[in-house]
């Protein structure tokens, strides 16, 4: 799978400016979302042996990262979209999701013609819910109007995400919560958000619980936020496929001229390789 992206960057004096003007060009109301980024490092080179620490349903990202491995070795993540309402929480104070509680699932661009769309739906609350994921070096600035890079995501399904990762060969390196709003327009995910980081001290303890929100603070002093405006394609050796989501990068960049300029992204600053 190929993830296309433009980024933009917006002060937070118009924040909510920007989220006006998307919701009024994806005709939909912003809906607020938190994702947990857990990352992995390596600590060996791993084998295309994998033990069992998350059932299966893996299988597909299992190739992609061991296909990237053969060559340079790569961070990897675990992302969980988090229910707000249990950020600081402990699991025994999660709300049931029998009582009505939705938690957001993310929106992705997959096969079909080439993008498929995702609902919120609900979900057992009382333990994560995590997709691992893997993202390849972008390809060189010039080649394309945006910024193109081989990806992998999955859901597991069940089992611990955590050992699964560990079994593979790596190991906690750190985490942060990504913090915003997310619109569909037509087949573009748009996230408006800041990056928080966790306080040190839950940083080097246990990733199994959030402390409050009001507790994270923005990697970014300027508290500066960021507009992604992504697409996912399943088959990117596909030209035509490649073409449609790029073309539609383009038509939003133009959209957005005089309130934010969308821009390709820094190759160096998205480079997942592990040194």
Do not use: C
Not at 148 to 168: C, Q
Not at 179 to 195: A, C, D, K, T, W
Not at 205 to 230: G, H
Not at 249 to 269: I, P, S, W
Request: aromatic share 6%.
């Amino acid at each position: 799978m190929h993830e296309l992206l433009l980024f933009g960057q917006v002060h937070p004096n118009y924040r909510d400016q920007v989220l006006k003007v998307l919701a009024g060009l994806s005709a939909m109301q912003p809906q607020a979302i938190a994702e947990r980024h857990v990352i992995f490092k390596p600590t060996r080179t791993p084998s295309n042996t994998v033990s069992i620490g998350a059932k299966q349903g893996v299988q597909s990202s299992q190739s992609q990262i061991t296909k990237a491995q053969q060559g340079d070795l790569f961070y990897i993540q675990l992302v969980e979209i988090v229910n707000m309402d249990r950020i600081g929480r402990t699991p025994s104070q999660n709300v049931d999701v029998s009582n009505g509680d939705h938690i957001m699932v993310g929106t992705e661009r997959t096969a079909n013609g080439d993008y498929e769309k995702q609902s919120s739906l609900p979900q057992d609350t009382s333990k994560p819910s995590w997709s691992i994921e893997f993202r390849d070096l972008p390809e060189v600035p010039g080649r394309t109007p945006v910024t193109s890079r081989l990806m992998g995501s999955t859901p597991i399904k069940d089992g611990d995400a955590v050992k699964f990762v560990e079994a593979l060969g790596y190991a906690y390196a750190s985490e942060y919560v990504v913090h915003g709003h997310q619109f569909l327009h037509n087949n573009i995910v748009l996230l408006l958000h800041r990056p928080l980081v966790l306080p040190l001290s839950t940083t080097k303890t246990s990733i199994r619980q959030l402390p409050p929100l009001a507790s994270l603070k923005p990697i970014d002093p300027s508290n500066t936020y960021i507009l992604q405006a992504s697409v996912r394609v399943q088959d990117g050796s596909n030209p035509e496929s490649m073409t449609m989501g790029m073309n539609e990068l383009k038509a939003f960049k133009e959209a957005m001229k005089g309130v934010v300029d969308m821009e390709v992204g820094d190759r160096l600053a998205l480079d997942a390789r592990f040194r």
